[in-house]
């Protein structure tokens, strides 16, 4: 009886999502309090209800009730709770309901956060997120029920995926599509505005903490998946290019080119149309993503079993959410008046670089994401595109990107006297260049691809740390400043994290009987033995590493390789000892005889540097949202 | 109305059209570059009788499907009663490929599961899997008289794989 519970649950959020999508907006056009009040409510029920649904789907899993086919076909009883918990978003059914639970949960925070705003703007915004989860619980209840009943019941379930069996994994989806989703807030501001026509610098004010806020969580939630691929594949490889990954970057380059114009409409109430676009942007891509994962038109790692319904509907959706809010811009859009007149050499100038080169880059993932459809569909063959086209066109449009982060935030809004700017920055170009010439010489060997990504990281990071010095001089930074420079920081500490890997990683792959040892990046690295382990619901071969330097013991590496019972498929888990300068990274390979196994060996420099980036960009994120600035306007905002 | 606000409207329109044409391809489609070129060679044991040797060389002349299975392979199992309609049908004969196995285990899946292959060749290390560009098991080719690949299947063959595709190519093959 439960997960019907569930179901019923799901059918009930629907019908008061309609409610919430379609009376608040009416009430907003015509001005009718009496539908205005009914969006709060109708979007806390949903939100209830979605939660209700949620957990029964979540209890299902924990008790293991092979009677609902979604359970069946992604948990089995020996898998460990923590697993079978992360399971219930492991597959297509329940991760949707994990994307429109999200979603709900985004809606009643605007809810609440939100009391000090013009009530029409926010019964307009819960109403288009309302539309928006109407849509997507269509879908669910339509082509993907995650209560859908398995009669007889099964004996035992299929297992999930010994991939996904990870702790990472546990987190990385509810994270990545918090972020995701969390653009879906920006979009409804947008939209909102759009509607009333009350597009200014208070609206931008408003999406502001919203949208960084989601971008936080993408950020986060990129990483941790990048994270997971390096050490679970057994590739050694953090970013692949594949399909799905460049379907969440593609929403993070455009949501990082909104931070940044929001700025600009928020300060100067410049840049309106652009910024809407990219609020319209970010959304639809984090839709069109869904849709590339969802639908089954790209093959990749991570696709699904998929059924045509389901991509057919997804695609209809997605074109009337898209095109009508893409119809809604062209309609309302020309009405916006133009912003503060900026000269040649300002701030706003540098953003708008910056926003276009952000822009140009998701476009040519995009574009690369997509060709291989694009050239299937006009009949010309079929095709792969691979990480030689994204890394020989995504770099070079990063290099000009980082050049004008250095200079940036050092130009002032209006009008800035860019001789000035240069006569400060000399010392950043020297200390850059200096770093340019001098680490990849100190590493042993000089490259020029190794020498840019060092020359472009310390100019960023001298620049920062020269303007974090002359505002601490001028009085106390606020919060957003301080997040903005953190966040720079990040992304030049994540260019010093690359460069090292591409530039200096060792890679050996070799066939290894126990007592024989292999040296790498001055490590070197002995194999003791390998021995059979019982794991809870696998059988694994265990190999003991000894890893010593100069003769003394820095660590002991068990990498294993890992047979499911559930899956034929055998699992690589690679030991990895970390440290702040290096990673040593061992995979067991497949057993060549009975003594002798195929080894491999990275030496990995800074590696890590590549997600404490990451890390420094969140941070950056939650900092310039915590800035008292944005409290404060919100009580400014009453009436 | 300003035409260039109208610009990401048509874009999008664009992308919506090849998203509605990719939908109706299938992206696991991927042709095999051995279509239409001579089945590499080889010669190893087979694996119900280990003294006995099979090589595609002996099967000149006559159409016939080679079947890449193994024992440990899920996918196989499911696959099995169709390649039993398939032997029975008597349209050709059908050659096993028993890929990366032991010969214990492959053999108890035979006799247990019934053996639809007039025999099958053991590779134990994967050798000639590699030659003919084996990524997953299993896959079926049809090879014709003059020892050409004409078809190759990736995954489980299903009747209406039989049906629509490999019965009528026989047919064809069979003809000329």
């Not at chain 1, 007592?515 to 001055?522: K, P």
Request: one cysteine or more; a positive charge; charged letters at 15%.
């Amino acid at each position: 009886m439960i997960p019907e519970f569930g179901h019923y649950a799901l059918i009930l959020a629907l019908c008061i999502a309609l409610i919430q999508g379609v009376l608040p907006l009416v009430g907003a056009h015509y001005g009718r309090r009496e539908f205005l009040v009914l969006a709060r409510p109708a979007a806390q029920t949903v939100f209830m209800l979605l939660a209700t649904a949620f957990v029964i789907l979540a209890w299902s899993f924990y008790a293991n009730d092979f009677s609902v086919l979604y359970v069946a076909e992604h948990s089995n009883s020996q898998m460990p709770v923590i697993y079978r918990l992360g399971a219930v978003w492991g597959g297509h059914e329940g991760s949707l309901l994990l994307w429109i639970f999200l979603l709900s949960t985004w809606t009643i925070l605007v809810a609440q956060l939100s009391k000090a705003l013009d009530e029409f703007m926010v019964a307009r915004v819960i109403g288009v997120l309302g539309l928006v989860t109407s849509g997507l619980l269509l879908f669910v209840l339509t082509t993907s029920n995650p209560f859908e009943r398995l009669l007889p019941a099964a004996q035992d379930g299929r297992s999930l995926n010994p991939l996904l069996q990870d702790p990472g994994l546990v987190f990385h989806p509810p994270m990545l599509y918090m972020g995701y989703v969390g653009f879906s807030v920006a979009f409804a501001f947008a939209i909102a505005s759009l509607l009333s026509g009350r597009l200014d610098a208070a609206w931008a004010r408003w999406s502001r903490p919203w949208t960084t806020a989601a971008w936080v969580f993408l950020t986060l939630g990129i990483a941790l998946g990048s994270w997971w691929a390096y050490y679970e594949l057994g590739w050694g490889g953090w970013w692949f290019w594949d399909p799905v990954e460049n379907a969440s970057f593609i929403p993070w380059l455009v949501g990082t080119a909104l931070l940044h114009s929001l700025a600009v409409t928020e300060k100067r109430g410049g840049f309106k149309s652009w910024t809407v676009l990219l609020a319209i942007t970010a959304f639809s891509l984090s839709l069109l993503g869904t849709f590339l994962v969802r639908s089954g038109v790209l093959t990749s790692v991570h696709a699904f079993a998929t059924d045509p319904r389901r991509g057919i509907f997804i695609l209809i959706f997605l074109s009337l959410v898209v095109g009508s809010s893409l119809a809604l811009y062209a309609w309302r859009a020309p009405k916006n008046t133009l912003g503060g007149k900026f000269s040649l050499s300002s701030r706003e100038t540098f953003i708008l670089l910056g926003n276009v080169f952000l822009v140009v880059s998701a476009g040519s993932v995009l574009l690369g994401t997509l060709y291989p459809l694009l050239i299937d569909a006009l009949h010309l063959g079929k095709i792969s595109v691979g990480p030689p086209y994204f890394n020989s066109v995504f770099v070079p449009i990063m290099i000009p990107l980082l050049v004008l982060m250095g200079i940036g935030p050092w130009t002032h809004w209006k009008n800035t006297d860019l001789l000035t700017v240069i006569k400060r920055l000399w010392l950043a170009g020297l200390v850059a260049v200096l770093a340019g010439v001098g680490i990849p010489l100190m590493m042993g060997e000089f490259t020029w691809l190794a020498g840019l990504g060092f020359l472009l990281a310390f100019w960023v990071i001298a620049s920062g740390c020269m303007q974090i010095a002359r505002q601490a001089k001028l009085g106390k930074p606020t919060r957003s400043f301080i997040g903005m420079q953190v966040a720079h920081l990040g992304i030049a500490i994540f260019v010093i994290g690359v460069t090292m890997v591409g530039a200096y990683q060792e890679e050996k792959d070799v066939r290894m009987l126990a007592g024989d040892t292999v040296s790498v990046g001055g490590y070197q690295i002995q194999l003791v033995g390998v021995n059979k382990v019982p794991g809870p619901n696998y059988q694994a071969m265990r190999g003991t590493f000894l890893l010593t330097k100069n003769g003394s013991t820095e660590a002991t590496l068990y990498p294993e390789k890992r047979s499911y019972f559930s899956s034929t498929m055998p699992m690589t888990e690679a030991a990895i000892d970390v440290g702040l300068t290096r990673d040593i990274y061992v995979s067991l390979g497949e057993a060549i005889d009975d003594q002798a196994w195929a080894v491999r060996v990275y030496y990995k420099p800074f590696v890590d540097w590549i997600w404490g980036g990451c890390l420094f960009m969140a941070l950056g994120g939650i900092l310039a949202i915590s800035d008292k600035r944005y409290r404060m306007s919100l009580r400014r905002a009453t009436p | 109305m300003k035409a260039k606000f109208l610009i990401p409207l048509l874009l999008f329109v664009v992308l919506v059209i090849f998203l509605a044409i990719g939908l109706n391809r299938d992206p696991h489609e991927v042709p095999s570059p051995l279509i239409n070129k001579p089945a590499p060679a080889f010669e190893i044991a087979q694996l119900a009788q280990a003294n006995k040797t099979f090589s595609p060389a002996s099967m000149k002349g006559q159409v016939w499907i080679l079947n890449v299975w193994a024992s440990w392979c899920v996918a196989c199992r499911e696959e099995h009663p169709v390649l039993v309609e398939l032997a029975k049908s008597g349209q050709a004969p059908l050659i096993g490929l028993d890929y990366k196995d032991k010969r214990e285990d492959a053999l108890v899946m035979l006799e247990s599961q019934g053996n639809p292959y007039m025999l099958s060749a053991f590779d134990a290390n994967g050798r000639v899997g590699i030659d003919y560009g084996v990524y997953g098991v299993p896959e079926t080719y049809v090879i014709d008289q003059a020892g050409v690949i004409r078809f190759k299947h990736i995954g489980p063959l299903t009747l209406l794989i039989l049906n629509q595709k490999i019965y009528p190519l026989l047919a064809d093959l069979k003809k000329s």
